[in-house]
């Protein structure tokens, strides 16, 4: 961990990348909306001239270099200074960096999981950037719902079980272990996961605990 605060999680920060979650106040209203400047500047976090929130839909679009109210749930760009934003309060935020130089946002709740958004991304990555190649990026799987509190029922739970059993215990769903096969069949190795449960951890929005509408904010941003 690069180190933290009171109402942020900084994850990687130097001259080159900026990982970060942050919940010091609900970035729900901020959905599908683009910011000229630095949204976080009161946490101390710099190197951001854009802010890019989606319009997230639970859908397995991916899009580069989106603009205002792009209704999507993957980010890609090689802009510096752009921060993809990921609004959650239990679904997994995934960001991939490449360190030769583009960076990746997804909002990936249990549709995404079960659609394999992470596999649309690699494929617009290969479509538009052939030369980059998955097995060197590395993927953070940031504050998410654990399988411990992530309970399934009726044909929801049916459905896991048929398509994705070897992730499912009983009637609980391990969608960051679901993410990490994803991945590793993309050929990526290198896999931070910050093993921080939404649900569990009282300082972060949980939609399953609380039934909350706030939600926080993962960030990703290439720097210089």
């Not at 979650?21 to 599908?32: E, I, L, S, T, V």
């Not at 209704?71 to 993809?84: E, F, H, V, Y």
């Not at 990026?137 to 992530?150: D, G």
Request: glycine letters at 10%.
């Amino acid at each position: 961990m690069a180190g933290s605060g009171q109402n942020f999680l900084s994850v990687l920060n130097d001259e080159k990348i900026g990982i970060f979650c942050a919940y010091d106040r609900d970035y729900g209203p901020f959905r599908g909306e683009i910011f000229e400047g630095n949204l976080f500047e009161n946490l101390g976090l710099g190197g951001i001239k854009k802010c890019v929130f989606m319009n997230q839909i639970h859908s397995r679009i991916v899009t580069i270099d989106a603009g205002k109210n792009s209704s999507c749930d993957g980010l890609i760009t090689r802009q510096k200074g752009t921060a993809l934003c990921v609004l959650s309060a239990d679904c997994l935020p995934l960001l991939l960096w490449h360190k030769d130089g583009l960076v990746a946002a997804l909002h990936s709740g249990r549709q995404g999981c079960f659609e394999n958004i992470l596999a649309a991304c690699a494929a617009e990555v290969e479509k538009f950037y052939p030369e980059l190649k998955m097995a060197n990026f590395k993927l953070f799987i940031m504050p998410a719902i654990c399988q411990r509190h992530y309970e399934l029922g009726g044909e929801i739970l049916e459905h896991a079980g048929a398509h994705f059993g070897e992730f499912v215990r009983e009637n609980r769903l391990d969608l960051k272990a679901l993410v990490k096969k994803q991945a590793q069949n993309l050929g990526m190795e290198d896999i931070v996961d910050l093993e921080l449960c939404t649900f569990e951890d009282g300082s972060l929005p949980s939609y399953r605990r609380d039934k909350t509408q706030r939600r926080f904010v993962s960030v990703i941003v290439l720097k210089g």
